[in-house]
């Protein structure tokens, strides 16, 4: 079935160290997005991706690290360098820019920071 | 930058209760989402309504976007409708063609069906 994976589901991390945070679509959608969520919030974006080998930062990309590689694939580093990365974190895609902007989400990855 | 408000904030209802809830946005958007967060997390598409009114089951959707807002109606609510409903629309919309799938979230109303 298509869709957008993300792992892992939940993370424990220590202070101080790295995450990379996986997600994988096989929708053949252009464009995926990382958002953050905290409790009783709505979502924050943090990073897009337009096309591979590009993307933008979005609201909140302090301490936070993407890449596109390939299509299907958009992995974000929370950095050391985050002051508050315990947060619920959802990884979206949709088909591109001006065609249609409906974004589909995967399950998302609880990060606890220790 | 655009705004979205959603509300009410809460809703408590009972099994079968019938429901509107509204989202408000302070700039024409010319696309509009509603999501439901289930008790796990997880984001579920329920309507892509820039304009007009869309029917799905018991759930369905109208935006009037010269008026700035949006309604989602939920009929003979159920348990399984608990939850929190985010609307969202997108963020730059026009501006050097940005991407339509930055969407800025209302914070969302939280809705529990009691059986």
């Known amino acids: 079935d298509g869709g957008i994976t993300q792992s892992p589901k939940y993370l424990f991390r220590k202070e101080g160290q790295n995450v990379t945070l996986s997600c994988e679509q096989n929708?053949?959608?252009?464009?995926m997005y990382w958002y953050r969520q905290d409790p009783g919030q709505g979502l924050r974006l943090i990073y897009y991706?337009?096309?591979?080998?590009?993307?933008q930062k979005g609201d909140i990309a302090e301490g936070y690290s993407v890449s596109r590689e390939k299509k299907e694939s958009f992995p974000l580093t929370v950095t050391s360098a985050q002051k508050n990365p315990t947060a619920f974190y959802l990884c979206?895609?949709?088909?591109?820019?001006?065609?249609?902007?409906?974004?589909?989400f995967g399950e998302g990855s609880r990060l606890t920071v220790l | 930058g655009i705004q979205v408000e959603q509300s009410p904030p809460d809703l408590i209802l009972q099994e079968g209760a019938n429901s509107t809830l509204r989202c408000n946005f302070s700039?024409?958007?010319?696309?509009l989402q509603w999501f439901h967060q289930n008790p796990w997390g997880q984001l579920i598409n329920l309507f892509y309504?820039?304009?007009g009114t869309k029917q799905n089951g018991r759930l369905s959707a109208t935006t009037v976007a010269t008026e700035r807002y949006s309604l989602l109606y939920i009929s003979s609510s159920q348990t399984t409708d608990s939850g929190v409903y985010f609307c969202?629309?997108?963020?730059?919309?026009?501006?050097?063609?940005?991407?339509?799938?930055?969407?800025?979230f209302g914070k969302g109303t939280k809705l529990s069906v009691k059986p």
């Open positions: 979206a895609s949709s088909i591109g820019l001006a065609r249609t902007g409906e974004l589909f």
């Open positions: 969202a629309v997108p963020i730059n919309w026009g501006l050097n063609g940005g991407s339509q799938g930055n969407l800025i």
């Open positions: 929708l053949n959608h252009d464009a």
């Open positions: 991706s337009q096309i591979v080998n590009d993307f």
């Open positions: 700039d024409s958007v010319n696309n």
């Open positions: 309504i820039p304009s």
